[in-house]
């Protein structure tokens, strides 16, 4: 049998399109595995704090026992923090809010914690404190990028499944938008220490 030259041209078209499929498929896959690995790396991070804490709360302890409101303050929100997690199948902006909101009142106590140091000149000599400080401003420091990182990645993959033709596939084989970390309301102000 003999196939004719419209067959051949109909059969290459459809050999075409399974391939560029399984490739547009196999790069939303690709777009996606990064974005999920950067939320675990921002996870990772955000851990990294919450075990620091235990270490630096007993440290500011032996020095401000007076301080005990806010120590007890940095242990209610890391606990907190910890029981709230992401999780990449199942993230809903709700979810990301807030875990976002925990984190937030994690950090703004150990904001109060750190201020404390001004107040009690032992405390700012302590060598140890002074490297659980510089361990937390570290880890800080990570967090914001990993968080940078993580919106970058999920930016390139919300870009590669809205984006026509791949929105089609994305739209046939469940690929969903993903949400981006977010500043937390009241985050463009300066905090204010008092003491």
């Not at 999920?36 to 235990?54: E, F, G, H, K, W």
């Not at 029981?83 to 199942?90: E, H, S, Y």
């Not at 990570?142 to 970058?152: H, L, M, P, Q, T």
């Not at 390139?156 to 033709?165: A, E, G, L, T």
Request: aromatic share 8%; hydrophobic share 40%.
């Amino acid at each position: 049998m003999k196939l004719s030259k419209s067959t051949i041209g109909i059969i290459a078209a459809v050999v075409i399109i399974c391939i560029w499929a399984a490739s547009a498929y196999n790069s939303m896959v690709s777009e996606q595995e990064k974005a999920t690995t950067a939320l675990a790396n921002v996870q990772s991070a955000y851990q990294r704090r919450a075990d620091l804490i235990p270490n630096l709360v007993e440290v500011v302890k032996g020095y401000a026992s007076h301080e005990k409101e806010t120590l007890e303050g940095v242990v209610a929100a890391r606990s907190k923090a910890t029981q709230v997690t992401l999780d990449p199948t199942n993230m809903t902006p709700e979810k990301m809010k807030e875990f976002q909101q925990a984190q937030g009142e994690l950090g703004a106590a150990l904001g109060r914690l750190i201020a404390i140091q001004e107040n009690y000149p032992d405390l700012k000599a302590n060598e140890n404190f002074r490297d659980l400080q510089v361990q937390l401003e570290g880890t800080e420091n990570r967090i914001n990028e990993a968080r940078n990182k993580f919106n970058g990645v999920v930016q390139q993959y919300n870009i590669v499944i809205r984006k026509f033709p791949k929105n089609l596939l994305a739209g046939m084989f469940g690929f969903e938008k993903m949400d981006k970390f977010e500043a937390e309301a009241g985050a463009e102000k300066a905090p204010q220490v008092k003491f």
